[in-house]
């Protein structure tokens, strides 16, 4: 699905566009994220720590992991900036898209015009239907994780092979764990299951992290 980094960019643009469509139709129906299954991704990280590389774990599952990571980064990076975290918001596409400027001229110019026109129209009470949360019940954003996830996240990006992706996918997963909770946003039980996984074997994520040197450094 993600091959080179413009591939990125036009699926932001697009899942922008599909959450503002659920947005204006009123949906109902929650985005629910795929996320990595922790007993799965231990038996990657045994493999890869029995042999220095993955040997009998199918690689397909990997590559899907890589896919999760992004996918998952992506809903972060748009509701970030959907919400008014980030320097830039998409006036462009939410004109387009919720207002249909070509056809009635009318048109916000910055974040708080389409936030203003957003509670006025009571789409806020679709978006709080509809977009994935955190288990505490926060707003899917992230101040502070963004940056160090997305040179990760491009990183995934331009790699196949399965051996770095187990090193950058453990990577962002570490990251994500350390920015308050992130990690549940990309592996089921989040804080929780890595804390078990490192638990069952404390060399595992002390191997892989050297591996990280290797690969990356």
Known sequence: MFEHTE?????????FRDILGLMVSKSNQPIILRKINPNMYQKALNDFM?????????????HA???????NFMY????TMFFGHTSYFDVEIFNDQVLNTDETGNSVSDWSEAMEYIEDNHYDEVLDRILPR???GHDLVSDYGLEPLRKI?????NTTNPNELIVLINKALDIS???SDLSELFIEGGEASLNRISGVN????????????????
């Open 7 to 15: 591939d990125y960019y036009q699926e932001y643009d697009n899942l």
């Open 50 to 62: 029995k042999f220095g590389e993955i040997t009998n774990y199918p690689t397909k599952y990997i």
């Open 65 to 71: 992991w890589k896919n999760i990571i992004i996918e």
């Open 76 to 79: 972060l990076d748009v509701i």
């Open 134 to 136: 955190f288990s505490n």
């Open 153 to 157: 996240v491009h990183e995934l990006i």
């Open 177 to 179: 764990h350390q920015r």
């Open 202 to 217: 404390e060399n595992i994520i002390r191997i892989v992290r050297d591996e990280v040197q290797k690969f990356l450094f």
